[in-house]
């Protein structure tokens, strides 16, 4: 069940380089909404711009009613979103929740959650309900540089008291070597996925959120280690709600809507 | 939440057009609400006065490349190119649906050729359909389309033909993309209509600087929304006062104002279209506008706004 609703801004706060942080209060969202599942957002103050923007909710806080989401500003819909602050006189709207989120095996023991810059956000939830679950989760981030890790210090937090068997923090690469590895978050999931075979626990599901070429890139190591692999596809969206057709993903089993039939897909469903 | 119903009123609000009985003057555009299932949350179906499917070819389309959008100023561009997955799906899934949400119910019938128009209509014949919509003005598609509805014998060839194939409510939906509107209106008429829909979107094109691209794959698009308002008041003002067939006014109806102004102009019914994107509860939010319009200016009869323009 979808629904409409009004969204007052807690909160809207600058936390790296064009990203930034948007608490929202929505507690029907907050309490229903599954990892990978997404909120279509009415801006306010840009009427011109009559279309919605679809985002990945980053965490929420069901007891508060609150939900967070990690923007980038690219255009002029974001640009706009930064000028939103408690109190407005105009909320943003919501429709949500939206589509078919992740969905780890049923007997996943051991994951590797993979986020190429803002796509960080959109694992998060999933990584949460993993470790909730027991489950031994690996995290690989990648960024232009180390301002841009926003979200890895909220992964290091939980991963530290979670028990889990490999580092007790992101692995984490960036394009200009500030921190972690230098260069792209691929060669950490080679890795990882090496480690994780030699010591006799594979890894038995793996969740890439990023730019498309990282997704497509991830999918084919994915694919070679025989791994179970989902990626979270985002295509220009109308309205959100799997009506239009504007946001379709080539798949082997034809073109489907990124909104309602993803944003989740198998990698091995997409047409690369 | 539950799904949104238009508010009681006194004013009566049932129109015909042109056989098709509406139990108010607001439908869906085709092609911006699919067969209704995706909006059920939002709004109750059967509460409009009727629901107009996306377009249905025969055999099923697969569409255009993405990227198929743009926004632009006030509106937006599309170039889906008709995806859809036949007539036999529609008929198997869709339709069933609309009859048991009791919603009155208009196909838009696509084709690639004259004859796919004719064995759509005979393939929806024994299926529970109250009128259909020729769509004779997609300007996405190659073949069929706006090419059809751009050229007077074309457009008379099309409708007598689907005229011939059915005794239902026969809407034929027009495209802006003219020199003159009238002339494709009064061939329709002429042909068969019973009622003719328009406008259709305007043919337009957006470019990315950066990338000196096209930002639709295909180049060009249909433009729609808000924007398109104005250009789709005047066309309808034009034909009503051409033809005497009712006219389904359309083109950036986002409101109860807009949709009283396509009335005014000489529309019996409105289609909401892009704007079930801004807001999935448009229709019968346009629904309530009108109510609150006629109540305040003392129309006891939605029908007495058909084409009460001063001028």
Redesign the interface.
Known sequence: MMVDITAPVLDNHQVGPRLHLMTLSAPEIASSIKPGQFVHMQIPGMEGHILRRPFSVYATYVSEGTVEILYQVVGFGSERMTKLAPGDEVAPKLIGPVGHGWAAPEKCERALLVGGGVGAAPLYLLFEQLVAAGVDVTVVLGAQTEAALVCRERYARVLSTAGCCAENAPLCATDDGTFGRAGFCTSLVDDAVSEANASGKPFDYLAVCGPEPLMKIVSGQAAQANIPCQVSMEKRMACGVGACLSCVVETVHGKKRSCVDGPVFDAQEVAW | ?AAKTPRETSVNLVVNLGGLTMKNPVTTAS????AGM??S??VDVSALGAVTT?GVSLNGW??NA??????V????L?S?GL?NPGVVHLKSEELPWLREQGAATIVNVSGHSFDEYVQVIEALEDAPVDAYEVNISCPNVDAGGMTLGTHVPSVEKVVSLCREATSRPLIVKLTPNVTDITEIARAAEASGADAISLINTLLGMAIDVKRRRPVLARVVGGFS??AVKPVALRMVWQCSKTVSVPILGMGGVTTGTDAVEFMLAGATAVAVG?A??????ATVDVIDGIIDYCEEQGVNDVNDLIGALEC
């Open positions: 939440m092609g911006t609400f699919a995706e909006y949350d939002f996306k697969e569409g993405s990227p198929r959008i743009a926004e100023p006030s509106g937006m599309n889906i995806q929304g808000p892009t079930n994107f801004m807001n999935p509860q």
